[in-house]
């Protein structure tokens, strides 16, 4: 069972706008943690999408958007293209535990 | 640029051990701690622990803790996974990570993930 919460799946048309929810606690995100996304094509490995909560690598496109709250966090997709499909994982930092934490990830899926 | 190349798969029976190295190269080597994540079919991704090469210093996740062993060759820009008394459960796809740090200014945000190896497969079955 994952620390950090996400919903099974979103969905959307192309164009549209979906957006990914990540839940925690009070031992990582609402202790000052950073969230960090990342995107799963099918039988590839992890691409970091977002950084430190809202900040884009370079090459990623404009589309995709990070905030953070108190215990949560959310990756925006806007404008949703074909290539987006993926599975989309948030990761922080578990202070109690003492170890990095994945969310269950989001299966995105554009109709 | 960056690059990670991991070894090839390796089936293994239970109760054996397996290996599996992660060849860094396009960056300083000794910079740069490396993680170990993996992935078990129909899973979620799952931290194991970290090796920093410049000092061999390590962390390992409480859960693996006993059963892993992180290690490096800094004349050869490779660390290594180790993990021992394999059940069937440790089937997963094995990635090594690169972590890096953004900064601003005088604060730093926690440590990611930038580069990724491309995963070693390790069924575990008798």
């Known amino acids: 069972q994952s620390v950090l919460t996400q919903p099974p799946s979103v969905s959307g048309a192309p164009g549209q706008r979906v957006t990914i929810s990540c839940t925690g606690s009070s031992s990582n995100i609402g202790a000052g943690s950073d969230v960090h996304w990342y995107q799963m094509l099918p039988g590839t490995a992890p691409k970091l999408l977002i950084s430190g909560n809202n900040n884009r690598p370079s090459g990623v496109p404009d589309r995709f958007s990070g905030s953070k709250s108190v215990t949560s966090a959310s990756l925006a997709i806007t404008g949703l293209q074909a290539d987006d499909e993926a599975d989309y994982y948030c990761q922080s930092y578990d202070r109690s535990l003492g170890d990095y934490v994945f969310g269950p990830g989001t299966k995105v899926t554009v109709l | 640029q960056v690059q990670l190349v991991q070894s090839g798969a390796e089936v293994q029976k239970p109760g054996a051990s397996v290996k599996i190295s992660c060849k860094a190269s396009g960056y300083t080597f000794t910079y740069f701690a490396l993680h170990w994540v993996r992935q078990a079919p129909g899973h979620s991704l799952e931290w194991m622990g970290w090796i920093s090469p410049g000092n061999g210093h390590t962390k390992y996740s409480r859960k693996f803790r006993g059963r892993i062993s992180l290690t490096r060759d800094t004349s050869a820009t490779t660390v290594f996974l180790e993990l021992s008394s394999l059940r069937s459960e440790d089937t997963a796809v094995y990635y090594c990570?690169?972590?890096?740090?953004?900064?601003?200014?005088?604060?730093?945000?926690?440590?990611?993930?930038?580069?990724w190896g491309q995963g070693t497969l390790v069924p575990v079955s008798s």
């Open positions: 990570a690169r972590e890096t740090v953004h900064c601003n200014g005088t604060s730093c945000d926690d440590p990611f993930f930038d580069s």
